[in-house]
């Protein structure tokens, strides 16, 4: 089994819907959680970090964490045409594992 | 907000010459890192650093080697390139202590003909 999981993509929602990524992790004592976006033939960048139980928002992007459960999820609300990309979650004990990613499609 | 730059960014060569890639970051960062990235597929860790003279294998195997002699600077070698070797490398960097938030260079799209 994969360290982290993401919901395979890819994902295609209408401009102005949310679009909602899911990831799951399998090490209890993960600590640090992050979301990256990733335009094709670029380099990720990091979007949002989350580090405790419940939501943290930025701007249109909102995590969710539940150590519990060990699932951590992005939220991404009236997406743009320019929110096409691949996201990322990537989980931190001493290390960071990446997930493979899924591909978000935003149609106009 | 990260400093950190590769060169070259595109890079086509023939098959058997020695590469060197660069990575260098401004951050005074610890700990840096080489993935290895296909079009459209998963990022792959191939080496990493927790500090100067320290360097260590990542999770997928590679032919390249990487030092680290300087706190900024990151170079990975390829002593003969090859075809299996066409791929994107990026370069990532972190604070020693703290999240393990990691910062990527544009990253470096090598062809080897």
């Known amino acids: ?108 | 907000e990260a400093d950190i730059y590769q060169t070259p960014r595109y890079l086509v060569i023939g098959t058997g010459k020695k590469i060197t890639l660069e990575c260098s970051q401004t951050m005074g960062h610890d700990k840096m890192y080489w993935y290895q990235q296909d079009p459209g597929m998963e990022l792959h860790l191939i080496h990493y650093s927790y500090g100067v003279n320290s360097t260590e294998k990542g999770d997928l195997s590679s032919e390249s080697t990487v030092s680290r002699i300087r706190t900024e600077h990151f170079p990975l070698t390829l002593e003969s390139a090859r075809p299996s070797h066409t791929s994107q490398y990026l370069c990532a960097s972190t604070r020693t202590s703290g999240t393990n938030e990691q910062f990527f260079g544009p990253g470096t799209r090598l062809t080897v003909l």
Do not use: H
Request: proline share 4%.
């Open chain 1, 1 to 108: 089994q994969k360290e982290v999981e993401q919901n395979s993509g890819p994902l295609s929602v209408p401009e102005g819907a949310i679009a909602s990524l899911n990831c799951t992790y399998s090490d209890r004592v993960s600590q640090s959680f992050f979301w990256y976006r990733q335009y094709s033939g670029k380099s990720p960048e990091l979007i949002m970090s989350i580090y405790s139980n419940g939501d943290k928002e930025d701007g249109r992007f909102t995590a969710q964490l539940n150590k519990a459960s060990q699932y951590v999820s992005l939220l991404i609300r009236d997406s743009q045409p320019s929110d096409s990309a691949t996201y990322l979650c990537a989980v931190s004990d001493y290390k960071l594992s990446f997930g493979a990613g899924t591909t978000v499609t935003v149609r106009a």
